[in-house]
């Protein structure tokens, strides 16, 4: 069973840095491509950034609404996918999730179809 448990969300003002982190099992971490997604209040689920490790290469993948702003890492220390956010703004302010799954092309991850595994979220506020 594959479990995704994520941390790091909060309130937080405009233009502060954020760190979302996603833990997982070694298996997993190191076996399925994992991506970050968000979804706010009426609005369809967004793709953040995603990463791929595969035969010791690591392909990322950023969402083009957040690139500059956000990058996804990976920490092999923890087996985990970061989500590092600068600069957040009132917009940012959602539910994240990370999600797993093998995805057979880097174009294809960022589709939230091709994850069969999510994690619970974590609240993202952004108010001043």
């Known amino acids: 069973q594959v479990q995704l448990v994520e941390s790091g969300g909060g309130l937080v003002r405009p233009g502060d840095s954020l760190r979302l982190s996603c833990e997982t099992t070694?298996?997993?971490?190191?076996?399925?491509?994992m991506a970050w997604f968000r979804q706010s209040q009426g609005k369809a689920r967004e793709f953040l950034g995603a990463v791929q490790y595969n035969d010791g290469t690591t392909n990322t993948l950023s969402g083009d609404s957040v690139k500059g702003r956000f990058a996804i890492t990976r920490d092999t220390a923890r087996n985990s996918v970061d989500l590092q956010m600068n600069n957040v703004n009132l917009e940012d302010t959602a539910i994240y999730y990370c999600a797993a799954g093998r995805v057979p092309a880097i174009y294809k991850m960022s589709r939230s179809s091709e994850y069969p595994y999510w994690g619970q979220g974590t609240q993202v506020t952004v108010s001043s």
């Open positions: 070694e298996q997993v971490f190191n076996t399925y491509s």
